[in-house]
């Protein structure tokens, strides 16, 4: 059950302009990172029981409470001695942000029957990856990752006895 479309990535921070020929690049990159993070993300039978909730009546948008609480944006507050906030942008805006950075990156080279190939143009340049941003868009998926992860841990409200989710490290550009 897929939960990114193309269309996903035609505006806003994560737009990605593509044609007819890199649209299946771009629905592969979807694939792959929803078959890759999901799993990473809740664990293997938490993740097995959200894409069951998904194909439910309303397919794409889970329907159980407990997966709706983590696919939603939220703000989430500890309380207590030191209180800490969280903050979750949905797993929708997570999983765009890797599929951002990980076709953005994996598209600045080319290989050709010759080898490794970096475009150029006369009339454009090409930027690094720290200069194009994408690791910190990819960071911004992490920080949703982690926030969701550190709500599942924290949160009794919910039941997660499944959860079984491993951490995910931020890229740092250096």
């Known amino acids: 059950m897929a939960i990114l479309t193309v269309s996903n990535f035609d505006n806003g921070r994560y737009k990605i302009p593509t044609n007819n020929s890199t649209e299946i690049d771009l629905m592969q990159t979807i694939t792959d990172v929803e078959e890759c993070y999901l799993p990473k993300l809740l664990g293997v039978e938490l993740y097995d029981l959200f ?21 939603n944006a939220f703000n989430y507050q500890e309380t207590g001695g030191c209180a800490k906030i969280v903050q979750s942008k ?11 950075y990980l076709y953005t990156r994996d598209t600045t080279s080319r290989i050709t029957t010759v080898g490794i190939k970096q475009t150029e ?3 454009s340049i090409n930027f690094s990856a720290i200069m194009h941003d994408i ?10 990752y982690k926030a969701i992860q550190y709500y599942i ?19 740092h550009p250096f």
């Open 51 to 71: 894409i069951i909730d998904l194909a439910a009546p309303i397919a794409g948008e889970p329907t159980e409470p407990r997966f709706v609480k983590i696919y």
């Open 90 to 100: 949905g797993i929708k805006e997570m999983l765009k942000a890797f599929v951002y």
């Open 121 to 123: 143009s006369d009339n």
């Open 135 to 144: 690791t910190s868009r990819y960071n911004d998926g992490v920080a949703t």
């Open 153 to 171: 841990c924290e949160n009794d409200e919910f039941e997660y006895d499944e959860f079984e989710g491993v951490n995910e490290p931020f890229n």
